[in-house]
């Protein structure tokens, strides 16, 4: 083969170089301005989309916020709806169920506790209000059972029921006076009795009825809870000090004025001496003793 040959071999060959890097610029610029357009459209797309997903973001913000606000409500109408039980439960008084009332006034307090913290209700203060005076009501009624029901089941210990409860040794004798030890002729019989009754062993009477215990029990406590400690004090004190008091009497206790005891003869004083202090202290170890039960 020839020069000319070679060279027009070599001249074929760069026009067809020449022609398929014109045909590649060529696919490459259409493929740039194809993706160009992709770019331009995306970015339309994006645009025209933005409000809708503004106005969605909007809608599932508003959605949420009305299921907090239904759930508040509901929690909110729910307190309402106790607080109506309640009420008519406390209308109603502790005597026919007063298991039920004692409830009720729990749940009161623990309306009062959920209106008291959430004062943002623009309703709280009027319903604390009243809640409140209710609670007060119901305490109130609270105590009027209390001193009903104690004074219904406090009555004076009959003296045979007291002499039970001692052992025989320091029970009284067929005529109504203690009996005396007289072994021991250095103490007096009232010393030796004394003596016996701090070593001996004591069945305490019942002085309210166990069934009722539980009864008193709840009331003091929800008395106490509503700071009326110091009226629970006065119905108990004054209640029981009363029938107490009756007790010591039917026991032989006498109450003589000073004119009464000044016109007594001083054998028949000391001998009533004697049997007070003797009775009293079957008082102390039985009848105070079973006020602590």
């Known amino acids: 083969m020839g020069v000319p040959q070679t060279m027009e071999a070599l001249r074929e060959r760069a026009d067809f170089i020449k022609e398929s ?166 103490k007096s019989p009232t010393e030796h009795q004394g003596k016996s009754l701090e070593n001996a062993i004591y069945t305490l009477p019942t002085l309210i009825p166990p069934r009722i215990i539980p009864l008193l029990h709840d009331l003091a406590q929800q008395m106490a809870q509503a700071g009326h400690q110091q009226q629970l004090f006065r119905i108990y004190r004054d209640t029981r000090a009363s029938v107490l008091e009756q007790s010591v009497r039917k026991l032989g206790v006498e109450r003589l004025s000073k004119d009464d005891v000044q016109k007594m003869q001083w054998e028949v004083l000391e001998a009533k001496i004697g049997n007070w202090i003797h009775y009293m202290r079957i008082a102390v170890k039985l009848l105070f003793a079973g006020e602590n039960l």
Do not use: C
Not at 37 to 48: I, K, M
Not at 107 to 112: A, C, F, G
Not at 115 to 122: G, T
Not at 137 to 156: C, D, G, M, V
């Open 21 to 186: 890097l014109q045909k590649s610029q060529i696919i490459t610029d259409n493929m740039a301005a194809i993706l160009g357009s992709f770019d331009h459209r995306l970015s339309a797309l994006e645009t025209a989309m933005r409000p809708t997903q503004i106005r969605t973001h909007s809608i599932r913000r508003a959605h949420e916020n009305i299921d907090k606000t239904l759930k508040a409500a509901e929690v909110i109408l729910s307190q309402f709806d106790l607080t109506r039980k309640a009420e008519a439960k406390i209308l109603r008084g502790p005597h026919e169920d007063l298991e039920s009332y004692l409830e009720a006034i729990d749940q009161l307090r623990s309306n009062v506790k959920f209106f008291s913290s959430n004062k943002s209700f623009k309703s709280s203060d009027g319903v604390l209000n009243h809640a409140n005076q209710l609670l007060a009501k119901a305490i109130s009624k609270l105590e009027e059972e209390f001193r009903q029901l104690l004074t219904n089941y406090s009555k004076p210990v009959e003296p045979d029921r007291l002499f039970e409860g001692l052992p025989n040794s320091l029970r009284p004798s067929s005529s109504g006076s203690p009996r005396k030890h007289g072994d021991d002729n250095t």
